[in-house]
């Protein structure tokens, strides 16, 4: 799938704009130069100093298809894996809690693997041990409260 430069340049205009318009509203800091709204708004300026480029470009280019769709996504195996993909997501969201991080994280990595043709042992092999590393590194070194829910607690 590829976005015109029209539309790309129109979209992060919109955004640039709405993000300068939230930074002017950011309170002051007392006794300091710069206030919170100094790093949005650099950051909004070259959102929208960008998306007028990519509308230049746009425009430049001539009359094109806001969205080209490849083969590759108009298949029905791709179209099953996007929706697999958000709906595994909606299931994080309501059984992680629950359920706990690690069985849902291993779940669902498995079955994003077996979508991406991985051999079903291997892929078991590698879900579980990522859900563990990612439990160990967001748990221990990031310090994230991840839901326990059916696990017990592990020595990290």
């Known amino acids: 799938m590829r976005f015109s430069d029209t539309t790309l340049g129109a979209f992060f205009l919109l955004y640039g704009v709405l993000l300068t318009g939230y930074a002017w509203q950011l309170p002051d800091i007392p006794g300091q130069q710069y206030g919170a709204a100094t790093f949005p708004l650099l950051i909004s300026i070259g959102f929208i100093a960008?998306?007028?480029?990519?509308?230049?470009?746009?425009?430049?280019?001539?009359?094109?298809?806001?969205?080209?769709?490849?083969?590759?996504?108009?298949?029905?195996r791709a179209l099953a894996g996007v929706a697999t993909t958000l709906l595994l997501v909606i299931f994080?969201?309501?059984?992680?809690?629950?359920?706990?991080?690690?069985?849902?994280?291993?779940?669902?990595?498995?079955?994003?693997?077996?979508?991406?043709?991985?051999?079903?042992?291997?892929a078991a092999i590698l879900a579980i041990i990522a859900a563990f590393a990612c439990d160990f590194i967001f748990r221990t070194m990031l310090l994230v409260p991840l839901p326990f829910g059916l696990m017990p607690r592990l020595p990290w």
């Open 50 to 76: 960008c998306s007028l480029r990519l509308l230049y470009e746009g425009i430049r280019q001539g009359k094109q298809p806001w969205v080209n769709l490849a083969a590759e996504v108009k298949s029905p």
């Open 92 to 122: 994080y969201i309501f059984f992680a809690q629950s359920v706990g991080f690690i069985p849902t994280a291993i779940l669902m990595t498995f079955i994003m693997f077996l979508i991406l043709k991985v051999h079903p042992v291997k």
